[in-house]
């Protein structure tokens, strides 16, 4: 039977990554942030922390600061406190904790168990150790927590928690040759009844004996190699070979144990070793499964469960990553998973997930959403608009968030030019016109590295500025992450304003394959009847476009350097050219010779933030 954990509090200081974190885990926790953030070191810090991988400690996982030394007195800290749902089993499982260990109850009179795991250098053994006691009571910091008994083995610890990791390089191939896997460790051929093993050996060698007689080949094996007379390899005369193609007993069919597998009605039953990596993995996830729910129904063994699964979406197409997080759901425990999948975002719940990052110091940080923080249906929207249409974001060192398509069509093209490779880990999003507030959300619940890059139009700046005020507050100082175009320009107003004038126009015939499309473009733009057109002129009073009527059959540009200015600007914002130009325009910038010239005003100012942020 399992025991329900409804709660873990944790707190770890310089453990690996973590120098200072204080964090909560629910029943299902989803771990996100990009490459090298520090998930990993969370998994194995709780793996410790609760009893288990004392012989994998090194010095390795001592947190040690830019430019200091590891020296003898440095130690790692994890405490963990425990927070059950009330069930039946509660009481006994309590009483099968190590005694020192019973009784700890906070101050709302809930019984609790709390941890404290501390890894140090041990002077008369010559390396680092694993030290666990109980918490007498679980303060308000780890220095107020009070320090209870030692616990000289870890053993009793373990027999009532359990904790099963499961490493991003699982296949099923190798833990059925794995006598520790939890598929193997799920047959118990020794729980069978004495006659029934009897009735079931008889028939592995009834088949044998089928086996082989039906295939001349083996029979005739058989006969060659059985020893004759005790020559050679016997010295009996009684001695006997057997040609085993069928297991002969129980304890061989388990070691025996194979699994075949067939993708469809139509398709042939092969091995499981000739799949691929994604269906070996999951079938190796579904065996943990499988093991938890033995154990979940036994009435032996009484435990509480914890499950520490590194990326369970490896070699998974999207469905499949989508089916698989429902499979997860189901397990019986608490459940912690690291994940880069988007899809597995979508499918959580926003009080799941956790994100994770690591600062230029080097040191891991989580941030978990406080869903008190929110209002009505807000969280829905949220999941609905930004969690399932950008899940990318969340795994990402900079998220720079854009008014529309041609900037998020644009900027990753400068942005690879200024920093190569790199540039392509970052994320560029369009908020759908002016929606800005659920994108910052996100990012300040979650520590996501943001930007905006927004047009200098009054409306535009207006939704800004109130996004950003609703979110962090009328006191925000970290206005260099705001980057708006000037004097009420807008994306390609401020190409022309910096003279990219001729290379757009160059740019827009290559890409309709006509040196004469702008002159076309002017030809046919002429009133077919009297209608309004927007000017470059802002009116005092209202702050909008002014508008001037166009008589039928007038040209819309004045021929001289203005009106063509005019058309250019037209032409590239016409119905569905912002789309479809952006991306030609910016690579003919980016492949000027001129450095100074291969990135407009803003856009290099927008990029020399990002540089900052991340210390590049």
């Known amino acids: 039977m399992i025991v329900t954990i409804k709660k873990l509090d944790v707190r770890v200081r310089s453990f690996c990554s973590i120098k200072n974190a204080e964090f909560e885990l629910n029943d299902m926790n989803l771990i996100m942030g990009y490459n090298n953030a520090g998930k990993t070191n969370v998994l194995r810090a709780l793996e410790l922390g609760l009893g288990y991988g004392d012989d994998q400690v090194s010095p390795a996982d ?13 130690h790692a800290l994890i405490d963990i406190k425990l927070e059950f749902d009330d069930s039946d089993y509660l009481d006994a499982w309590l009483d099968n ?16 168990v709390a941890i404290r795991t501390i890894i140090e250098f041990d002077e008369t053994e010559n390396r680092f150790v694993v030290k666990r006691f109980a918490l007498n009571n679980w303060g308000v910091s780890i220095e107020t927590s009070s320090l ?29 040759k794995d006598s520790h896997s939890y598929i193997r460790r799920s047959i118990n051929v020794m729980a069978v009844d004495p006659h029934q093993a009897q009735i079931i050996e008889s028939s592995l060698n009834q088949a044998n004996e089928q086996v082989i007689g039906g295939l001349p080949s083996l029979k005739q094996l058989a006969h060659r190699i059985t020893p004759s007379g005790g020559a050679i390899v016997a010295s009996s005369r009684n001695s006997k070979l057997v040609l085993d193609a069928v297991p002969g007993s129980l304890d061989e069919a388990q070691h025996h144990l194979g699994l075949s597998f067939k993708d469809g009605a139509q398709a042939p039953l092969l091995p499981i070793a000739r799949h691929g990596s994604g269906t070996r993995s999951s079938i190796s996830l579904l065996s943990l499964n499988h093991y938890i729910k033995m154990m979940q129904e036994s009435d032996e063994a009484l435990i509480a469960a914890v499950l520490l699964i590194e990326q369970p979406e490896s070699d998974l197409h999207p469905q499949g990553q989508q089916q698989l997080y429902q499979h997860i759901t189901d397990f019986a425990g608490l459940k912690v998973v690291t994940t880069h999948s988007p899809y597995l975002l979508a499918q959580a719940a926003l009080t799941d997930l956790v994100h994770i990052e690591k600062n230029e110091s080097g040191c891991t940080t989580l941030y978990r959403l406080n869903a008190y923080d929110f209002e009505g249906q807000q969280l829905d929207r949220i999941k609905r608009d930004v969690v399932r249409s950008h899940g990318e974001m969340f795994f990402t060192p900079a998220l720079i968030l854009c008014e529309g398509k041609t900037e998020t069509e644009s900027l990753p093209i400068f942005s690879q030019a200024m920093f190569g490779e790199a540039a392509l880990s970052f994320c560029f999003v369009e908020v759908g016109g002016l929606n800005y507030e659920p994108y910052l959300q996100m990012a300040h619940t979650f520590g996501l590295n943001w930007f905006i890059f927004s047009d200098g139009e009054a409306q535009a700046i207006k939704a800004v500025n109130n996004a950003v005020t609703k979110v962090f507050g009328v006191d925000f100082q970290e206005r260099s992450r705001i980057i708006i175009l000037e004097n009420g320009e807008n994306w390609e107003q401020h190409l022309l304003n910096n003279g990219y004038q001729e290379l757009i126009v160059s740019a ?26 927007k000017t470059d002129q802002i009116c005092d009073k209202c702050g909008q476009y002014i508008y001037v009527d166009v008589d039928a059959g007038q040209s819309n540009y ?22 479809q130009y952006a991306a030609p325009i910016a690579q003919s910038i980016v492949t000027l010779a001129d450095e100074g010239y291969k990135y407009p005003p803003k856009v290099k100012q927008l990029l020399e933030q990002i540089a900052s942020s991340l210390k590049w």
């Not at 001592?62 to 440095?74: P, Q, V, Y």
């Not at 904790?97 to 609790?112: C, E, K, M, N, T």
């Not at 350097?561 to 789309?579: M, P």
């Open 97 to 112: 904790l190590p005694h020192d260990f019973y009784g700890v109850v906070d101050i709302a009179g809930r019984q609790l």
């Open 148 to 176: 209870g008994a030692s616990l000289a083995s870890s053993e009793q610890l373990r027999e009532v928690i359990k904790v099963f990791y499961l490493g991003s390089n699982r296949d099923i191939v190798n833990d059925l």
């Open 508 to 533: 827009i015939c290559e890409y309709e394959e006509d040196d004469d499309y702008l002159l076309k473009f002017i030809k046919h733009s002429r009133a077919s009847k009297p209608k309004r057109i």
């Open 558 to 579: 004045v021929d001289d350097d203005e009106g063509i200015r005019k058309a250019v600007l037209d032409c590239c914002t016409k119905k569905k050219a912002k789309a």
């Open 62 to 74: 001592i947190f040690i600061a830019e430019g200091e030394r590891l020296t003898a007195d440095k």
